[in-house]
C-alpha cells in the first residue's frame, strides 16, 4: 500500500487549496472556461487591458493567469504583442494524446499496486461526483469532473513526477478533449467504463484496468480530426463573410482534414 495522497482538483496546473484559491488561478480558470466554451476562439488575442475591466481585476493577475494558461498550452505568447488563443495542429494533437495515453496507463497500473484503501475511495469518490451530476450538471462541468477522475489515478499512482507530467499533457489536451467530447453522446458508457476502470483498480487488476481504459480512450485522434475540421469549416464560412479573404496556412492544413475518411471512433473522455 502506498502514501495516501490530495484529492485531485478538477482543472490542470492544480493546487491544494487550504482557503480561496489564490487570484491568478481564479482568473485562469475564468479564462480557461471562456476558451472551452469558444468565447475566446483559437488565434484570437487575449487582450489583457480588456479582459482585466471586464473582470474587475488590476492587470497584474491577469497577465499572471496569462501565463499559466501558456504554460498548459491554452495560450500562445507573443513579443510585443498581445497573446493569442493557442491553435495546435493535428499532429501536435495526436503527438499529445499518445503521450498521454502511455501515462495513463501506467498511471493504473502504478495505481493498482502503490494506492491505499483511502486513495482508492478518493478516485471513487471522483468517479461517483460525475455520475451524480450526469442528468443536472452543465457540459462543461461534466467534463471537468471526467477529467478530475483521470486525474485522481494518476495521483494515487504514488509517483509525484508521473502526476505532474500527467497533469501537463492533459492541460495541452484541454479544450480538444473538451469538443471531442461535445461530438460524442456516449457520456452513458463513459460513465459505466469509469466504474469498470474503479472496480478494476480495486481489484488491483492491471490487465482488465489497462483493457478498459484502451475501449475508454480509443478513437481520440479520430475525434481531434473531427474538431479540426469543423474549425476549418466555420473559419471557412466567416471567410466567406469577410469578402473572400484568403485563408491562413493553419486554415488551409485543417480545412484538409475535411477529406479524410473517419471511421467510427471511441470515447473521448
Known amino acids: 500500500m502506498g502514501k495516501t495522497a490530495p484529492d485531485p482538483d478538477p482543472t490542470p496546473n492544480r493546487r491544494v487549496p487550504m482557503s480561496l484559491p489564490p487570484l491568478p488561478d481564479h482568473i485562469a480558470a475564468e479564462l480557461r472556461r471562456k476558451i472551452l466554451r469558444g468565447d475566446l476562439r483559437p488565434g484570437q488575442s487575449v487582450k489583457e487591458r480588456d479582459h482585466a475591466a471586464e473582470m474587475g481585476v488590476s492587470r497584474t493577475p491577469m497577465r499572471e493567469a ?21 491553435r495546435p495542429d493535428l499532429r501536435e494533437l495526436c503527438d499529445s494524446a499518445e503521450v498521454l495515453i502511455a501515462l495513463e496507463r501506467l498511471s493504473g497500473e502504478l495505481a493498482c499496486r502503490n494506492a491505499s484503501d483511502a486513495g482508492l475511495a478518493r478516485i471513487a469518490s471522483a468517479a461517483q461526483r460525475m455520475e451524480d451530476g450526469f442528468a443536472t450538471a452543465e457540459r462543461i462541468d461534466s467534463f471537468e469532473m471526467d477529467m478530475a477522475f483521470h486525474m485522481a489515478i494518476a495521483v494515487e499512482s504514488g509517483n509525484a513526477a508521473l502526476a505532474r507530467t500527467h497533469r501537463a499533457y492533459l492541460a495541452r489536451l484541454w479544450r480538444a478533449r473538451f469538443l471531442a467530447s461535445r461530438l460524442k453522446e456516449r457520456r452513458q458508457l463513459a460513465l459505466e467504463q469509469h466504474g469498470q ?55 488551409d492544413e485543417t480545412a484538409a482534414l475535411r477529406g479524410e475518411g473517419i471511421g467510427e471512433a471511441g470515447t473521448s473522455g
Do not use: C, N, Q, W
Request: proline share 5%; net charge negative.
Open 66 to 86: 496569462i501565463r499559466i494558461l501558456a504554460k498548459e498550452g491554452l495560450i500562445e505568447l507573443r513579443p510585443a504583442r498581445s497573446p493569442v488563443v493557442a
Open 197 to 251: 476502470m474503479v472496480a478494476a483498480l480495486v481489484a488491483r487488476d492491471v490487465g482488465a484496468f489497462t483493457a478498459v481504459l484502451g475501449d475508454h480512450l480509443a478513437g481520440l485522434p479520430d475525434y481531434f480530426r473531427l474538431v479540426l475540421a469543423g474549425e476549418a469549416a466555420e473559419a471557412g464560412a466567416e471567410t466567406s463573410k469577410d469578402g473572400g479573404r484568403r485563408p491562413g496556412k493553419d486554415e
